[in-house]
């Protein structure tokens, strides 16, 4: 259907009452913004702010203005789809050039391509594709262990669960974009996300080099799945982000869960001064900008971890009351903070101070240290398929920053073009262009002076610098226009 009404429209009209319904399949005859009506099959989840909640046989929501709902006619729930006619529909959107995907239930794994695949590389393409199913049922495994001993009951998920794999930044980037209509966090920023609406996970190849945001994301989508929480419930973001965030991987390897000290989040934490559990607690306001975010997930971090292992009894108490929230449903701040409150039985600022004295002493049980230790001049930086290592020193004789370092192609697909530059804030910069890197070999950055100038330099501090890549297949167009000699210009800034 070709309806818009986005999440930003369920913010505003907020204030609008809360009609609560029981889920049941229905057909809707819907008028479209463009005037026209149709038919579809759904099953009604959820009532308020002026608005329907629409969940499809594939298990997107589709959020549709009152007034457009034209007639309802009641019927039986229907049929789920299955993995293969998942499979097929995302096939049909992608296009079967672009488009590789494997399913072990409940998980489709897609793989959306930046170039036609050689057929030589197939077989690369379906390893990837089956490293992630079963990285999925790894969490999958991990998640329902923690429930369980909450002893808390589940659900089997209803729908196939999918997980998409763009090969390039810039395509993750563009569909992140268009589905998120460029609201929240920049999209160049987000390396992976769970969507609420269309029920599917979304990430960067580069992600499974570490599977660290495929897990965080996942575990979103396991909460969502098993009837933990309703989807566009008022369940508070830093719930989401604290269940999310309390399990770290390294690889496709899960090193612990929710109850482990994290050395990362702790350590932020305890730096965190923008933003206090209050407001964290009481309105989501926090993680959707790009500045404060980081000091945001540190605190959700820190409450989950801290009243699962201090409050467990509550704990348990507060999630099945956040079970019991309705689709479409609102919060206001004072009923965040009284449902909060009520169920942990004190102050949300009291449990915040309580939090240093409770998390020192169980880091010290786990032998977890929050100090951080970077070599000076070093930097380690993921972006465009590339894992880049630079070492910079200042090379006084030369008045120019010498640098050199090391590359890792983050493709398990395929070689790719690689250009490579370090800026610093005067304006200088050094490059490297890499024609073919194989998938997964490192190869390294050899010592250059950062001399060269950008356009419009104006001068500052050669000591900083960043570190930029550019990332291309190399029999695409783009790809021979670079061993042509026809290389980026450098812009600087954050271009």
């Given at each position: 259907?070709?309806?818009?009404?986005?999440?930003?429209?369920?913010?505003?009209?907020?204030?609008?009452?809360?009609?609560?319904?029981?889920?049941?399949?229905?057909?809707?005859?819907?008028?479209?913004?463009?005037?026209?009506?149709?038919?579809?099959?759904?099953?009604?989840?959820?009532?308020?702010?002026?608005?329907?909640?629409?969940?499809?046989?594939?298990?997107?929501?589709?959020?549709?203005?009152?007034?457009?709902?034209?007639?309802?006619?009641?019927?039986?729930?229907?049929?789920?789809?299955?993995?293969?006619?998942?499979?097929?529909?995302?096939?049909?959107?992608?296009?079967?050039?672009?488009?590789?995907?494997?399913?072990?239930?409940?998980?489709?794994?897609?793989?959306?391509?930046?170039?036609?695949?050689?057929?030589?590389?197939?077989?690369?393409?379906?390893?990837?594709?089956?490293?992630?199913?079963?990285?999925?049922?790894?969490?999958?495994?991990?998640?329902?262990?923690?429930?369980?001993?909450?002893?808390?009951?589940?659900?089997?998920?209803?729908?196939?669960?999918?997980?998409?794999?763009?090969?390039t930044d810039d395509d993750f980037i563009r569909f992140t974009a268009e589905e998120t209509g460029g609201q929240g966090l920049s999209a160049g920023l987000i390396l992976g996300y769970y969507n609420g609406l269309s029920n599917r996970l979304v990430i960067r190849m580069s992600e499974c080099h570490t599977f660290e945001t495929p897990l965080h994301e996942a575990i979103h989508q396991q909460v969502y799945n098993r009837g933990l929480i309703q989807r566009l419930a008022p369940s508070p973001v830093w719930f989401n982000e604290g269940i999310a965030t309390g399990f770290e991987g390294n690889g496709d390897k899960i090193k612990g869960g929710p109850l482990r000290v994290s050395a990362r989040y702790g350590r932020r934490a305890r730096l965190a001064t923008?933003?206090?559990?209050?407001?964290?607690?009481?309105?989501?306001?926090?993680?959707?900008?790009?500045?404060?975010?980081?000091?945001?997930?540190?605190?959700?971090?820190?409450?989950?971890?801290?009243?699962?292992?201090?409050?467990?009894?509550?704990?348990?108490?507060?999630?099945?009351?956040?079970?019991?929230?309705?689709?479409?449903?609102?919060?206001?701040?004072?009923?965040?903070?009284?449902?909060?409150?009520?169920?942990?039985?004190?102050?949300?600022?009291?449990?915040?101070?309580?939090?240093?004295?409770?998390?020192?002493?169980?880091?010290?049980?786990?032998?977890?240290?929050?100090?951080?230790?970077?070599?000076?001049?070093?930097?380690?930086?993921?972006?465009?398929?590339?894992?880049?290592?630079?070492?910079?020193?200042?090379?006084?004789?030369?008045?120019?920053?010498?640098?050199?370092?090391?590359?890792?192609?983050?493709?398990?697909?395929?070689?790719?073009?690689?250009?490579?530059?370090?800026?610093?804030?005067?304006?200088?910069?050094?490059?490297?262009?890499?024609?073919?890197?194989?998938?997964?070999?490192?190869?390294?950055?050899?010592?250059?002076?950062?001399?060269?100038?950008?356009?419009?330099?104006?001068?500052?501090?050669?000591?900083?610098?960043?570190?930029?890549?550019?990332?291309?297949?190399?029999?695409?167009?783009?790809?021979?226009?670079?061993?042509?000699?026809?290389?980026?210009?450098?812009?600087?800034?954050?271009?």
């Open positions: 259907m070709r309806i818009r009404c986005t999440l930003s429209m369920l913010a505003i009209l907020s204030s609008c009452c809360v009609v609560v319904c029981s889920a049941r399949a229905d057909t809707f005859t819907v008028r479209e913004d463009d005037g026209q009506t149709v038919t579809v099959e759904a099953r009604l989840v959820g009532e308020g702010q002026g608005a329907v909640a629409l969940e499809r046989t594939d298990g997107r929501i589709e959020v549709v203005p009152q007034q457009q709902i034209l007639k309802r006619d009641p019927g039986a729930d229907p049929e789920p789809i299955s993995c293969s006619e998942m499979i097929e529909r995302l096939t049909a959107r992608f296009g079967a050039d672009k488009f590789r995907a494997y399913s072990d239930s409940p998980y489709v794994i897609g793989l959306v391509l930046t170039e036609p695949l050689p057929k030589n590389y197939e077989g690369k393409a379906t390893a990837c594709l089956k490293r992630a199913a079963s990285f999925m049922k790894t969490v999958e495994k991990l998640f329902l262990d923690f429930v369980n001993d909450l002893k808390i009951d589940l659900e089997k998920p209803r729908f196939p669960l999918v997980l998409l794999i763009f090969e923008s933003v206090n559990w209050d407001q964290i607690v009481a309105d989501d306001k926090a993680f959707r900008g790009d500045v404060l975010a980081g000091e945001a997930y540190a605190h959700a971090w820190s409450i989950h971890w801290f009243l699962v292992t201090k409050y467990r009894k509550q704990y348990i108490e507060y999630l099945r009351r956040l079970g019991e929230k309705s689709t479409l449903q609102v919060d206001d701040a004072m009923t965040r903070t009284n449902d909060f409150e009520r169920a942990f039985g004190k102050p949300v600022g009291k449990l915040q101070g309580e939090f240093p004295q409770w998390v020192e002493q169980a880091a010290r049980k786990q032998k977890i240290s929050f100090e951080e230790k970077i070599p000076q001049g070093r930097l380690i930086s993921q972006m465009n398929l590339a894992e880049v290592e630079i070492s910079a020193v200042e090379n006084q004789r030369a008045g120019a920053l010498s640098a050199e370092g090391q590359l890792r192609n983050l493709s398990h697909l395929r070689p790719m073009s690689f250009y490579v530059t370090i800026e610093t804030n005067a304006g200088n910069y050094a490059e490297w262009y890499l024609p073919s890197v194989a998938p997964q070999k490192i190869v390294p950055l050899p010592q250059r002076l950062a001399q060269k100038q950008l356009n419009g330099a104006r001068g500052g501090d050669n000591r900083t610098f960043r570190v930029k890549v550019k990332t291309t297949v190399p029999e695409s167009e783009m790809g021979k226009k670079w061993q042509s000699g026809q290389l980026p210009v450098p812009l600087g800034g954050d271009q």
